[in-house]
């Protein structure tokens, strides 16, 4: 091994380390290794910002424009009275719901699909008395395998097709991962329909309505004079009535003191973390006290839950600071937290993505709010706009779908006419669109494809690989795919399945080249391995919302996770092997 191998290893390393800790932000890291792998010379000055200028980056965008429209549109607000007319079991809802989802996720980034199901899968549940938790983490998981399906399923799909064309001269057509992605995702679909009946059964959960009773939420709330708290040491909180204490304010000061020696005072404010439902009782009972909303009495006042989405631009922010909503008379009147980190008051308290917001105000305020913020509601009642029009936009995508998918158009091309159609029938407002997009994401896929370059041109895949050949016979087609994807799969819950991708590409050719094999098999494994990301709540962005929205715990993605993970490498071995060898 040369210096500049071993430099590249270093700066992958420490990039993967800082990545997985989840302390800063994604694309300051990702511009950060790429400006020190060019002082390291791993590639010259004109190649560094190359990847902004990547296919696989331009089309990423496209499909992100293209999913503010159809995440807007209102196709899939009729299915609860669809599903109720049908009189199915709650198992084939479910298993229904997650199709549906999985086959959105095919064209589109996966996100986008969670995105465009959730307020209809949700609004379903409400109707049909299903189980939350029955419901989110199937169509996160289903969102997920369906990007297996086509190129465009997942950046990592396009990233590999990249890495294919510059070894072979040509990459992978448009549903060529279907041939082991379809049966996954179909085995997967079914597995994890059958698998939430059996690990959420009914009779453990409260019914679905506007928040599940498991869902642990932190507020701030005045203490009246008649309240049984009063004369209570904050110790006791916990047992007595189900809160659990973390600042009490007096005339604007905080007391001060341990639990046991704090005892609550009449007009004293109490910030305390419990289940929705204990907030209920016990403001029902008088025992706290509910700011009044200056439009309660409004005909359109309503009280609606948002989760922080992953392009939101209130991550980062504390709730003093939502000027979004404050200069539209909305409150925050909780927050369900996936921090444990509570300090100071309730308006000190800092957002990050997965986090739900409880709001009142007027409908149409909120609604303003939320779409200007990119916070998605978790709609519990129907639309009361119309779906007309709604499908035009889905119609125009799938012609888009169509020209890569029989090699008319190239993929970036043909998305490109598409955000054009949208934009000229007035779908979609690019100005807005572009603003919204979620740049993070974009920079950091951008800035680590001449890093991702790097690993083979240096001759650090080779070498990768020539280790890996010491102990397992990589030269056998079954143990090299096997290989490769157990290390994908083992990363992805901590790094981004576009880095995964990036990574392994170069050493899955040369995993190809050992044995003799044609790369695409290694490569459509690498993918695989890259989405296969079901057993942690932060691995991926849709199972860190799924968490929050489902009350989930963490043991919980890994029995329904476990098994999911199991059955698809299994098969995605198997089939690629018998397939693509």
């Not at 390393?13 to 990545?19: C, D, H, K, R, S």
């Not at 709604?390 to 998305?415: M, Q, T």
Request: hydrophobic share 55%; glycine share 8%; net charge negative.
């Amino acid at each position: 091994m040369n210096v500049e191998q071993a430099s590249l290893l270093v700066l992958l390393a420490a990039m993967l380390i800082l990545f997985s800790l989840d302390r800063f932000r994604i694309e300051v890291v990702a511009i950060g290794g790429l400006l020190a792998g060019f002082l390291l010379k791993l590639y010259p000055a004109d190649a560094v910002f190359s990847g902004f200028a990547s296919p696989v980056v331009i089309t990423v965008v496209e499909i992100l424009l293209i999913v503010q429209v159809l995440a807007q549109a209102k196709f899939f607000d009729g299915l609860a009275q669809r599903f109720q007319s049908a009189k199915w079991s709650n198992l084939a809802v479910i298993a229904s719901l997650a199709s549906i989802t999985g086959f959105i996720s095919v064209f589109m980034n996966n996100i986008g699909a969670f995105a465009i199901m959730l307020p209809a899968t949700l609004r379903v549940g409400t109707v049909l008395q299903i189980p939350r938790r029955q419901l989110v983490i199937p169509i996160s998981f289903a969102a997920l395998l369906g990007g297996l399906v086509s190129l465009i399923g997942t950046p990592a799909n396009l990233l590999v097709s990249d890495a294919l064309t510059k070894a072979t001269g040509q990459g992978f057509r448009f549903f060529d991962f279907a041939y082991a992605g379809l049966p996954v995702a179909a085995a997967g679909i079914l597995l994890i329909s059958f698998l939430v009946t059996r690990l959420f059964p009914e009779a453990d959960e409260e019914i679905s309505g506007p928040a599940p009773a498991a869902r642990r939420i932190v507020a701030e709330r005045e203490i009246p004079f008649s309240s049984p708290l009063v004369g209570t040491r904050l110790s006791d909180c916990a047992d007595s009535f189900g809160l659990q204490p973390h600042a009490l304010t007096r005339d604007g000061s905080f007391v001060f003191g341990s639990l046991a020696k704090s005892v609550i005072e009449p007009g004293d404010t109490l910030l305390a973390e419990g289940a929705d439902s204990v907030f209920s009782d016990l403001e029902a009972g008088g025992a706290l006290l509910a700011p009044a909303h200056p439009n309660g009495l409004q005909t359109d006042f309503a009280r609606i839950e948002a989760v922080v989405m992953p392009e939101s631009t209130l991550i980062g922010s504390r709730i003093r600071s939502l000027e979004v909503f404050r200069n539209r008379g909305i409150t925050v009147t909780a927050i369900s937290m996936r921090s444990p980190r509570i300090e100071g008051r309730f308006e000190d308290l800092q957002l990050s993505i997965g986090d739900i917001l409880v709001l009142e105000g007027t409908r149409d305020a909120i609604a303003e709010a939320l779409d200007e913020c990119e916070c998605l509601p978790l709609a519990t009642q129907p639309s009361a706009g119309s779906s007309k029009g709604s499908w035009y936009p889905f119609a125009i995508f799938a012609a888009g779908v169509l020209l890569p998918a029989f090699g008319v158009l190239r993929p970036e091309i043909a998305f490109a006419i598409v955000v054009f159609a949208l934009a000229v029938t007035r779908f979609l407002n690019i100005r807005q669109a572009m603003a919204d997009i979620n740049w993070p994401i974009v920079i950091m896929l951008a800035a680590m494809i001449p890093i991702g370059t790097a690993v083979q041109t240096t001759g650090t895949a080779e070498v990768v690989a020539r280790w890996l050949s010491l102990v397992v016979p990589i030269s056998m087609p079954l143990a090299g795919m096997a290989v490769l994807l157990f290390v994908a799969m083992a990363l992805t819950p901590f790094v981004n399945n576009a880095t995964v991708a990036i990574v392994l590409s170069p050493i899955a050719i040369e995993f190809a080249e050992a044995a003799h094999h044609p790369p695409a098999a290694y490569l459509i494994v690498v993918a695989a391995g890259a989405s296969l990301d079901f057993l942690t709540p932060f691995g991926h962005h849709n199972n860190t919302l799924a968490m929050s929205i489902g009350s989930y715990r963490v043991s919980d993605f890994l029995r329904a996770g476990g098994p999911l993970a199991l059955l698809g490498y299994i098969m995605t071995v198997l089939i690629v092997a018998a397939v693509w060898l």
